[in-house]
């Protein structure tokens, strides 16, 4: 879906990597070193290909602010791994060694500062204040979302919305900066924007419950490694939807399992009791909400591209 998306965005997809590659420049080799590193094992790109697709969507066409949005989003979006990757002590992203395992946490501490840095330098010369507002508000939300996260991991009491809370806060917040930057770069009305936060704010759920149930898939070869969640404490739908389909009793037992540090039960658990249907159904749902959002527009090529995107989600080996 990616490519395609790429291929669809044309001379738009090529001023974003010329630009952000652009941004990324550093005078210290080492960082340069680091940051091509970065890049070769990038993600998917969702946030920028957002950005520039609700532009195209409102508009017809991206622009130069466009570009710099959907840069800055992924520069952003970078920074964050970088950081949680300290946080977390992970070794390893994408199937690949972390900066901080192959430096040390305080050099990905770092590069994530620079790499935050330059996403906020890319807006200045061109985006109003309206757009620096998305941005500064989901830088919020994720550091909110994240010490909201560790907070009910600690406590193992966390509830459905609770587990929604910190998706929006977490994922969803700059999924929305990324698209209302993309239509307001291009002078999409409010109405516009109102419909495309909508639409984004129900992917970035949809993304995220994709992710948390694959975490639960064992059987599903995507390159990562499943049952992380749950042993960093986090309770998210899978688990969830066990809870409530198996009850208070069954719940108080796996609870004491997870704060026993025995885990090996927990998965069995979720496919007994219907947890990843439970998610599955509750994805479908987002998906549904985010497609039905993008109504108001016209029925354009970058529309369908957007619907694809998020129709994409509901396929577990999508």
């Known amino acids: 879906m990616g490519s395609e998306i790429k291929a669809f965005l044309g001379e738009d997809w090529q001023k974003f990597e010329r630009l952000f590659s652009e941004m990324l420049s550093s005078r210290i080799p080492i960082l340069n070193k680091v940051n091509e590193y970065i890049i070769e094992r990038s993600g998917k790109q969702l946030r920028p290909m957002l950005c520039l697709l609700t532009a195209s969507m409102c508009a017809g066409a991206c622009n130069d602010a466009s570009v710099r949005c959907a840069v800055a989003a992924e520069m952003i979006h970078t920074a964050t791994l970088l950081h949680d990757d300290v946080a977390d002590e992970s070794a390893v992203r994408r199937g690949h060694p972390t900066i901080s395992a192959v430096m040390s946490p305080t050099a990905s501490v770092l590069v994530g500062d620079f790499w935050l840095s330059r996403g906020v330098a890319t807006l200045l010369e061109i985006c109003d204040n309206e757009i620096f507002r998305y941005f500064t508000v989901c830088l919020g939300d ?23 809370y910190i998706i929006a806060h977490k994922t969803s917040s700059l999924f929305c900066a990324a698209a209302k930057s993309g239509a307001r770069s291009v002078g999409a009305s409010e109405e516009q924007i109102a419909a495309v936060e909508s639409f984004a704010r129900h992917l970035g759920h949809a993304f995220q419950m994709r992710d948390d149930i694959l975490d639960y898939s064992p059987a599903l070869s995507i390159g990562k490694p499943t049952g992380q969640d749950i042993r960093e404490r986090k309770i998210t739908l899978p688990l969830l939807g066990a809870f409530e389909n198996a009850g208070p009793q069954a719940r108080a037992a796996v609870i004491a399992d997870i704060e026993a540090d025995r885990y090996d039960g927990v998965l069995p658990f979720v496919q007994q009791h219907g947890g990843i249907e439970y998610a599955q159904k509750v994805l479908e749902s987002e998906t549904a909400r985010a497609v039905a959002a993008l109504d108001i527009f016209p029925d354009t090529p970058a529309r369908q591209k957007l619907i694809s995107l998020a129709r994409s989600l509901c396929l577990r080996e999508a």
């Open 142 to 164: 994720l550091a909110e979302g994240e010490m909201f996260q560790i907070e009910r991991a600690a406590a193992l009491d966390t509830t459905y919305d609770d587990y929604i």
